[in-house]
């Protein structure tokens, strides 16, 4: 007994996860510009409501008793009736449905109408004699299927369960007898009426296409198995049947959209472009930009110089490699190609003052304590000012694909995200971007220069 409890605890806790933790939102973020210039965030949410169509085929199971008379003529006081068992049949079926949703909840609800809805069977049996009767039909019907849904945390996968209320609009059997099928008759059941029954599936949704920057269109295939009450009443015939199905669903929903816009600003003005490259044949070159002021020194990471035993200076031949040596700042206290100390963040929010915040390696993602600390000022600072912002822009090293780097860099951005919205700093205040590895700021040859480029870059503006 004490050896199943674990699993009955990890059980629990499952059902218990499962039934309490939110539904996935869906969650999209796009961006436009006005006539004004000014850009627009769209923070988009899946909507309560989707609306489709759907098809697919079924397969059939009967059992029961269908009791149909040997003769085409009812009346015939010499008729009998044949009792038909078992039978199997398939068929398709198409219509639209409507689906409800509530924006982060579990359950939900759903109405689908088959308005084609046609089906096939056939059965046959062998009386005392050792003769064969055999009949094959079809009908078409008009199905309506109410269900309750319960999506589960992973995002599109839901289940569903419901009724099925099924009207005939139009039939016909064929009945053979003989070995040969020495005679067959054609007719329509005259005694029919409404079935009922209970259904049971699952389902997943793919997103396939954003429309307009508004709504989204899913991609739903489907399988279900449902139980019906027999349609035939014809001779008291109790004809029940067990289907199977399997479908693909494609529906339309426009999302629920919260909006952020960032204004353009006419007075800003880039700054000036610095741009330099080595040439072994010709050292460094450098290309200024109009009116730039030229740097007095500059320190080039990419190339490792030799110094000289006098402090501060550099030879000025070449190495054995080609790398081409420069001149150290003499005001400089740091020798060229030695480490710079990581300084400490002295956690002062300013408007305008970008924040760089470090990862400790290429997967870690999560928030540091010495971010959380500077983020809780963060919030601080901006209940004392309302109407400022935050902009947060997560990166990665190039340790892994370009995918990886990305889905890295996004989570970064959004765990900054998610801890400001935990201390109530309101969704329209944060405008959360990310980069992957393409905007490295040192080489990644090196495990000092892939930890300054893993990281979260995050400023305070108007």
Known sequence: ML?????????????????????????????????????????????DWWFGVHGGF???????????????????????????????????????????????????????????????????????????????????????????????????????????????????????????SSWSYKKEFEDYGPGFGLNAGFGYDFFIADYSNKARILFTPFAEI???????????????????????AIKYGQDNIDYDTMYFDPSYQPKPTYLAYVRNDVGISVTLEPNFEVFPSAYIDYIKPLVSAEAGQVSDSKEPSGRVK???????????????????????????VKETFSFTSSRSVQVSPELKDYLNKVADFMTANPTSRIVIIGHSDNRGSLGENASRAMQRAKNVEKYLLSLNVPQHRIISSWKGSLY????????????????????IEE
Not at 26 to 40: A, C, P, Q
Not at 121 to 141: A, H, I, L
């Open 58 to 180: 079924e397969l059939l199971n009967y059992f029961g008793e269908l009791n149909i008379n040997l003769l085409a003529q009812s009346d015939n006081p010499f008729n009998r009736l044949v009792n038909y068992s078992t039978g199997s049949g398939g068929g398709y079926f198409a219509g639209g449905n409507i689906e409800w949703k509530p924006l982060g909840e579990r359950w939900g609800a759903a109405l689908s109408v088959n308005f084609t809805d046609w089906r096939s069977f056939k059965s046959s049996m062998k009386d005392e004699d050792n003769s064969e009767y055999q009949v094959d039909g079809s009908y078409r019907q008009l199905t309506f299927s109410p269900v309750a849904k319960y999506h589960l945390p992973q995002e599109g996968l839901h289940l569903f369960a419901g009724l099925n209320i099924e009207f005939i609009l139009s039939n016909s059997y064929n009945q053979t007898y003989g070995t040969n």
């Open 440 to 459: 490295g700021v040192a080489p990644n040859d090196t495990e000092e220069g892939r930890r300054q480029n893993r990281r979260v870059e995050i400023i």
């Open 226 to 248: 449902s139980y019906r009450t027999t349609m035939v009443n014809e001779n008291s015939s109790s004809f029940n049947s067990v289907l199977v199905k399997f479908g693909i």
């Open 326 to 352: 420069a001149q150290a700042p003499a005001s400089s206290p740091v020798a060229l190609g030695t480490k710079t100390p990581v300084r400490k963040k002295d956690l002062i929010v300013k408007k305008g």
């Open 3 to 47: 050896k199943t409890l674990p699993l009955y605890t990890i059980i629990f806790l499952s059902a218990v996860y499962i039934s309490f933790s939110q539904s996935p939102a869906g969650e999209l973020v796009s961006f436009y510009t006005t006539s004004d210039k000014d850009t627009v965030k769209l923070n988009r949410k899946y909507g």
